[in-house]
C-alpha cells in the first residue's frame, strides 16, 4: 500500500515562493509517474504538473515558467517549487502517483496566496 503526504503549503504574499514536498511510502516511487494537482474553492480539481520515471515535466499552460516539478526517487519525494505566485494559485495542492495500474492520492496542503 502506497501512502502520500504532502507538506509545505502556507500563507505566502503575491510574488513569493514556496515549496510543496509529498513523501511516498512503499517500493514503487521510481517506477511511477507523479503529479501535482490543485483545487481551488468553487472549482475542479487541476492537473498542474506531471514528471515521468525518466524525469520528462509537463505543465499547466496557467503556471508554466513559474512552476518547476522535480522528484527525488532515493528519497521517494516529489517537489513543486512554485515561484512567482499570485491569489489565483490559492487552493488545495494534491500529490497523486500512478504505478501503471491505480492512482494514489495525498491529502493536500493549503496554499494561500495573500496580501
Known amino acids: 500500500q502506497v501512502q502520500l503526504v504532502e507538506s509545505g503549503g502556507g500563507l505566502v504574499q503575491p510574488g513569493g515562493s514556496l515549496r510543496l514536498s509529498c513523501a511516498a511510502s512503499g517500493n514503487i516511487f521510481s517506477l511511477s509517474t507523479l503529479y501535482w494537482h490543485r483545487q481551488a474553492p468553487g472549482k475542479q480539481r487541476e492537473l498542474v504538473a506531471t514528471i515521468t520515471t525518466d524525469s520528462n515535466t509537463n505543465y499547466a499552460d496557467s503556471v508554466k515558467g513559474r512552476f518547476a516539478i522535480s522528484r527525488d526517487n532515493a528519497k521517494k519525494t516529489v517537489y513543486l517549487q512554485m515561484n512567482s505566485l499570485n491569489p489565483e494559485d490559492t487552493a488545495v495542492y494534491y500529490c497523486?502517483?500512478?504505478?501503471?495500474?491505480?492512482?494514489?492520492w495525498g491529502r493536500g496542503t493549503q496554499v494561500t496566496v495573500s496580501s
Open positions: 497523486r502517483l500512478n504505478d501503471g495500474r491505480r492512482d494514489y
